[in-house]
């Protein structure tokens, strides 16, 4: 690691993000769940705070947690979180089944609705993560009282990633696209707001998000 890597670009609530996560964002390089974690932080605390009582963004390392630990030990971690009462619950998910290593190779988004009765996988590689998704939606279920006997899995439409490595990015996007559509009406296509395009911004647009939460919640 470089010298300066290792120090602190941004603390913000549960987030802590090093020059070492902000440089993922300076080129072709997969995001990590650090990154990501502190934006599904951000979307909850802030952006959609409005909606906080409706609205729950798992942290990715959670998320991993549920993923691969036995059912009897998630209670510790799942139930302060209240999610029996969200409406909305999102978690984003990664092909790891390693529980002594971090990493994987692809992030999906998994998205509970409770009105529907229905959790919707979006998946930018096709149906990569589909199997890992339906399993965790499974294991979830009790703790958003999901009735089991009418709970959907759903495979969403999902705009496409054009290369190996934006996947991380295209959870960001869709979630905040989402959380816009659920809590705010928003009218737009999916398609339209995430896509190849729009992708080519979208890591700059996100070191900025970090600059400016860094100047108001770090004293920068």
Known sequence: MADGDNDIVLSFNDSLLRKSDLKLLEGANWL????IGFCFEYFER?????SADRL?????DVTQFIKLSPAE???VFLEPLNLKVKEYVF??????????NAGGTHWSLLVYIRCRQEFRHYD???SANKEIAKQLAYKIQ?????PRGRMK???ADSPQQQNGYDCGLYVIATAEHKCKELCEGFCVSLSDTVNSTTMKNKRQQLIQLIQKVSSEFSGS
């Open 153 to 155: 899995v759903i495979e």
């Open 46 to 50: 802030e952006q959609f705070s409005h």
């Open 124 to 126: 930018s590689s096709g």
């Open 32 to 35: 990590n769940d650090k990154l």
């Open 56 to 60: 729950c963004l798992i942290s990715p």
């Open 73 to 75: 030990e998630l209670g």
């Open 91 to 100: 978690m984003a998910v990664n092909n790891n089944s390693n529980p002594e």
């Open 142 to 146: 009790p703790y958003v009282l999901a």
